[in-house]
Nanobody, 119 residues
Framework: HVQLVESGGGLVQAGGSLGLSCAAS????????MGWHRQAPGMQRELVAGIGIGGSTNYADSVKGRFTISRDNAKNTVYLQMNSLKPEDTAVYYCHTLAWYRGTLIDYWGQGTQVTVSS
């Protein structure tokens, strides 16, 4: 099993920056994909950014050019740097990973961290 612990987040004014980090523990040698999702009140959870074990990245169109995802495989940690934040970025942000277990990829989620962007 894999446990994910997020840190960062908080309250920031529009145009500001915040950084999130997520550390994986447990069976970290099985971790493959890592990513960040978010869920605003009354909305479905959506993928914000993801990064493969080799470093390939993908982003939601709404955050391209503003957010940067990175990972440190030695530390089993994924980061999300969020710049030029907008009020519509307000949401609970969840760390997510896919890890191998007996030939199958299993989903693991962090507990979520609140990001609030004031106008």
């Amino acid at each position: 099993h894999v446990q994910l612990v997020e840190s960062g987040g908080g309250l920031v004014q529009a145009g500001g920056s915040l950084g999130l980090s997520c550390a994986a523990s447990g069976s970290t040698s099985s971790v493959d994909f890592m990513g960040w999702h978010r869920q605003a009140p009354g909305m479905q959870r959506e993928l914000v950014a993801g990064i493969g074990i080799g470093g390939s990245t993908n982003y939601a169109d709404s955050v391209k050019g503003r957010f940067t995802i990175s990972r440190d495989n030695a530390k089993n940690t994924v980061y999300l740097q969020m710049n030029s934040l907008k009020p519509e970025d307000t949401a609970v942000y969840y760390c997510h990973t896919l890890a191998w277990y007996r030939g199958t990829l299993i989903d693991y989620w962090g507990q979520g961290t609140q990001v609030t962007v004031s106008s």
